[in-house]
């Protein structure tokens, strides 16, 4: 393990809890999966924590552990709507798409539609798109919309569970007791009691979709005659 990573993961293990609560959390802001302390899947864990992402960013700011580190970005800030260097982002993907190839001369000016042919404005609208998704739908989306354009299968738009999700006006949480509707093979509606274990999105087009609904309960039907719109959460009166 590099000794730098040795370092923070001490610095957090000795630091006051006031000054790392912030940071923690049980979701990986790479894969935004849920991780187990008994399955880290290549994690970095620190308790029910995750610490270090399945890619090794520092989800804790080395900063407040101690560790001097001025270009730690913060996964909690909402992304900016106009990013500083959307330009800049656009004319690194144009080289990359260079680099690979990519502006093959075969194609010709007009058979992409005249001046966007040129691989900078291409690359600038890629980023803006991608600018524009991430700062209003986050990064999840944009990752399910980069899977959507590489002709990954509908499996592969599956996202990862979530710990809340609304659709439709209709808001929950893993944990929530609920009270749904559905019909039965004749026709009849019927009413069934449960509680929601896994919500896990799929993307859909342009759309988050509550998919991979689980809910759990002895008279849940399990025929699949009902859905995300036909559930109500129960509150206390």
Do not use: C, N
């Given at each position: 393990m590099d000794i730098d990573v040795l370092t923070y993961l001490n610095a957090v293990l000795q630091a006051p809890m006031g000054h790392i609560a912030p940071y923690l959390t049980s979701v990986c802001t790479e894969c935004d999966r849920h991780v187990s302390a008994s399955k880290p899947d290549g994690h970095g864990m620190v308790g029910n924590s995750v610490v270090i992402g399945c890619e090794g960013y520092w989800l804790i700011d080395p900063n407040v552990v101690g560790i001097y580190?001025?270009?730690?970005?913060?996964?909690?800030?909402?992304?900016?709507?106009?990013?500083?260097?959307?330009?800049?982002r656009g004319e690194a993907l144009a080289k990359l798409a260079e680099s690979l190839g990519m502006g093959d001369p075969h194609l010709g000016r007009g058979g992409l539609g005249g001046m966007?042919?040129?691989?900078?404005?291409?690359?600038?609208?890629?980023?803006?798109?991608?600018?524009?998704?991430?700062?209003?739908?986050?990064?999840?989306?944009?990752?399910?919309?980069?899977?959507?354009?590489?002709?990954?299968?509908e499996?592969?738009?599956?996202?990862?569970?979530?710990?809340?999700?609304?659709?439709?006006?209709?808001?929950?949480?893993?944990?929530d007791d609920v009270v749904g509707t559905s019909r039965d093979s004749s026709g009849e509606e019927r009413v069934f009691h449960g509680v929601v274990k896994a919500i896990g999105p799929t993307y859909w087009g342009s759309e988050l979709c509550?998919?991979?609904?689980?809910?759990?309960?002895?008279?849940?039907?399990?025929?699949?005659?009902?859905?995300?719109?036909?559930?109500?959460?129960v509150t206390e009166s």
């Open positions: 580190y001025p270009d730690w970005l913060d996964w909690r800030e909402p992304a900016e709507s106009t990013p500083e260097s959307l330009y800049e966007f042919f040129e691989e900078k404005l291409v690359g600038a609208a890629i980023a803006a798109l991608r600018a524009w998704l991430e700062s209003r739908r986050g990064p999840i989306a944009v990752r399910a919309a980069d899977k959507e354009a590489m002709y990954f299968t499996d592969e738009s599956y996202i990862g569970q979530v710990p809340l999700f609304t659709s439709g006006g209709i808001t929950l949480s893993v944990g509550p998919t991979g609904l689980v809910v759990e309960g002895p008279d849940v039907p399990q025929d699949g005659s009902w859905d995300w719109h036909d559930l109500k959460k």
